[in-house]
């Protein structure tokens, strides 16, 4: 059974400190409709460390408040899912009024926005999860691709 990311794993990626962290997922969808069991923690999926990269980059990077940025939470899971070719000009543009996420492909594009970079978010996604620098993962794949002899009392 393979280990979910954790908190310590998002922050690493995204470079939001703990704190950080917990604010926005308190108040970004999908994260904040979430019911959490006490004294569990919570696990987060692949597509979320880019989806958490990108919110901090338009905080941090891109001085959007955090209440704009949870605004446009549908939008950013919207556009950031679905299957597509990996593309390393890739880009997000974010328009606030009227609130809009779209992903573009092209290099060029006439719409105004917010734009994020994908290219280097997606490498540094990648990079982490490979098995090289997810030493959890590699573990964990070299067991269960072993056969285990069980002992018995």
């Not at 393979?2 to 400190?17: F, H, I, M, P, Q």
Request: hydrophobic share 40%.
């Amino acid at each position: 059974m393979r280990r979910g990311l954790t908190t310590a794993d998002v922050c690493e990626v995204t470079g939001y400190s703990r704190d950080e962290l917990h604010a926005i997922l308190r108040c970004l969808w999908p994260y904040c409709e979430e019911q959490l069991a006490p004294r569990v923690a919570r696990e987060f999926l692949p597509k979320d460390l880019l989806t958490l990269s990108v919110t901090r980059v338009l905080e941090h990077d891109l001085g959007l408040r955090r209440a704009v940025v949870a605004s446009l939470g549908k939008q950013l899971q919207q556009a950031l899912s679905g299957p597509r070719k990996i593309n390393p000009n890739a880009r997000l543009v974010v328009t606030i009024e009227p609130q809009e996420v779209v992903y573009v492909a092209q290099n060029t594009t006439e719409r105004q926005g917010v734009v994020v970079t994908l290219g280097p978010l997606f490498a540094k996604v990648d990079g982490y999860l490979s098995t090289d620098a997810y030493p959890s993962l590699r573990l964990e794949t070299a067991l269960s691709s072993g056969t285990t002899k069980r002992r018995h009392a």
